[in-house]
């Protein structure tokens, strides 16, 4: 018998004891300590049987709220240098954050944008990250797919306590490697990201590239709830979907138009932040994806696509050259999601406006 036989009857016995009627005194124990009501869907149900839960289902508030000063997230931070030492300072905060003319959502931020600014620097850099919070709530700041020492991961109660209202932390490392990584709180995730702190995080190659895009924009995807006048943490749990659905914080038609020259060579550095898998669908021209969750796609390998998904957590850039004049859209193809709260259009679609 060969191996994998021998694994297929293992699983297969497994499958079979598991599916076995209740017979030891352990399966006839309540259940209520093991989340298994977690799938029901019920959210009051959750919250009865397992009030940690209630967090998520509350509206995000938070003392002195203040309208943002602020109208454009993930725009480049300034640092000052310290004996070499790249320095950026982040606040967090909570802000009334416009998502299109008349809607404002309340958004926990990083220095009062939704998404934070961008840190940018070059591969090989030693940077600070100096965080205040100022949010009623701990945090934490995540370096997502950036190579930091496990101390900086930014993990409360595994590589660090949580970061108190109040409090500072010093995040420090050196930047590698090259590509389209970000930065997010890694407390209580579910509501504290998708209430806006999440921001982008490029890092430069050292070597500059050869040929470099004409235009380089980097696109965050989210999405949030808001009933009443009241913002809720979106997430997929019944109750709690989302209603409007940004780009860098943003919902049609009050996202960014990007103007572009007939040729130049376009990269789009497409993050989902958010909840959810979008399909990002390009109109007139098909793009290559040139990197994968930040490193480079060699070209032997590089697909031609006009769409791709875009899971929670994974990046894709993607490069095309403006060939065709005219107004493209760049939209997710779950076409609810270019909605604001249910009208559409809106939500996840901006214009490439290509011009002579
Ligand atoms: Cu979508």
Redesign the pocket.
Same mark, same amino acid.
């Given at each position: 018998m060969n191996k994998v036989l021998i694994f297929s009857v293992v699983n297969l016995a497994l499958i079979l004891s598991a599916c076995a009627p209740a017979a030891t005194p352990d399966n006839t124990m309540p259940m209520n300590n093991d989340n298994s009501n977690m799938t029901d869907g019920t959210p009051g149900s959750m919250v009865a049987e397992n009030p940690e839960a209630a967090h998520m289902m509350e509206p995000i508030t938070a003392p002195n709220i203040q309208p943002a000063t602020e109208t454009t997230g993930g725009q480049p931070l300034a640092y000052r240098e310290e004996n070499g030492i790249k320095v950026f300072e982040l606040t967090t905060k909570a802000v009334q954050w416009p998502i299109l003319d008349d809607v404002t959502i309340t958004a926990f931020t990083y220095n009062g944008t939704v998404p934070g600014p961008m840190i940018r620097v070059t591969e090989g850099d030693w940077v600070r990250i100096v965080v205040k919070n100022e949010l009623p709530d701990p945090t934490t700041i995540h370096w997502h797919g950036v190579e930091v020492p496990n101390a900086m991961d930014g993990v409360p109660g595994v590589t660090q306590a949580p970061i108190l209202p109040g409090e500072t932390f010093t995040y420090e490392f050196i930047a590698k490697p090259a590509g389209t990584f970000m930065y997010h709180s890694h407390f209580e995730g579910d509501v504290q990201v998708s209430a806006g702190l999440y921001a982008p995080f490029i890092i430069d190659p050292k070597e500059p590239e050869t040929s470099p895009p004409v235009v380089d924009k980097t696109l965050m995807i989210s999405e949030s709830r808001m009933v009443d006048g009241e913002t809720f943490a979106a997430m997929p749990m019944s109750g709690m979907e989302p209603n409007y @659905?940004t780009i860098n914080g943003k919902s049609f038609p009050a996202t960014q138009t990007i103007t572009v020259k007939k040729g130049d060579l376009v990269r789009l550095r497409l993050i989902a932040i958010g909840q @959810?898998i #979008?399909?990002m669908h390009l109109h007139g021209m098909p793009f290559k994806i040139v990197a994968t969750d930040g490193h480079p796609v060699p070209v032997s390998a590089q697909l031609t696509k006009d769409t791709v998904s875009v899971a929670p957590g994974e990046r894709y850039d993607i490069e095309f050259v403006a060939t065709e004049t005219g107004q493209w859209m760049l939209h997710?193809h779950?076409l609810h #999601?270019t909605t604001n709260d249910n009208v559409e259009p809106g939500g996840?679609m901006l214009v490439i406006n290509v011009v002579e």
């Open positions: @659905f @959810f #979008h399909p997710c779950i #999601h996840l």
